[in-house]
Every structure is written in structure tokens, then in C-alpha cells.
């Protein structure tokens, strides 16, 4: 089993940073990839951004592009979303995500494991 813990959401002004953890445990070597989705209130869950564990090739969604930067540490434990330009729309419940897959998705059914999520909000 694979347990992901995300940790990081805070209140924030908008324009500021902010930076998400996700750390896994249990048998992570047989993951692949992992990702961040956010989901807003009376909104859909959607993809962030994604990073396969072997080579560290990345995905992001195109309004987090240039903004939002997903990076992976060295023992390929835990997972870090560096959030920067901020704005209301950036609002809401952040996701861990992970699968086994070698391919980096990005639709939430295709994505297996799943933290608890970790709210952020920008205050305007």
C-alpha cells in the first residue's frame, strides 16, 4: 500500500507564493508518476501538474504554466508543488496524486492513489 500525505495550504495574498509537500510512504517503488490536482467548490477536479519519478519529465495544466513549478527529491519520496504568482483562481483543495502507469496523465480517473488534500486560499 502507498499512503500520500500533503501538507503546505495556507491563506495567502494573491501575487505571493506558496509551496505544497506530498510525501509518500509504503511501497512507493512501485510508482511512476505523481501529481497535483486542485479542486474549487462546485468545480471539477482539475490536473495541476504531473512528474514521472524515473526521468522527471513534467506536464502542467495551461493555467498554472510559467506559474507553478512540480519537482521530485532525490530519494523520490516526496513530491513538491512551488506555487508562485498567485491569484484567486488558484483557490481551493490540492491533491496528491500517483500511478503506477509509466504514462503521465492528466485526467483524475486515471490516477489511483490519492491524499486527503490540502486547502489553499488567495484572499484578493
Known amino acids: 500500500q502507498v499512503q500520500l500525505v500533503e501538507s503546505g495550504g495556507v491563506l495567502v495574498q494573491a501575487g505571493g507564493s506558496l509551496r505544497l509537500s506530498c510525501a509518500a510512504s509504503g511501497r512507493t517503488l512501485s510508482l511512476f508518476t505523481m501529481g497535483w490536482f486542485r479542486q474549487a467548490p462546485g468545480k471539477e477536479r482539475e490536473f495541476v501538474a504531473a512528474?514521472?519519478?524515473?526521468?522527471?519529465?513534467?506536464e502542467y495544466g495551461d493555467s498554472v504554466k510559467g506559474r507553478f513549478t512540480i519537482s521530485i527529491d532525490k530519494n523520490r519520496s516526496t513530491v513538491e508543488l512551488q506555487m508562485n504568482s498567485l491569484n484567486s483562481e488558484d483557490t481551493g483543495v490540492y491533491y496528491c496524486?500517483?500511478?503506477?502507469?509509466?504514462?503521465?496523465?492528466?485526467?483524475?480517473?486515471?490516477?489511483?492513489?490519492w491524499g486527503q488534500g490540502t486547502q489553499v486560499t488567495v484572499s484578493p
Open positions: 496524486a500517483a500511478d503506477r502507469a509509466y504514462m503521465i496523465h492528466t485526467t483524475a480517473r486515471d490516477y489511483n492513489l
Open positions: 512528474i514521472r519519478l524515473s526521468d522527471q519529465n513534467t
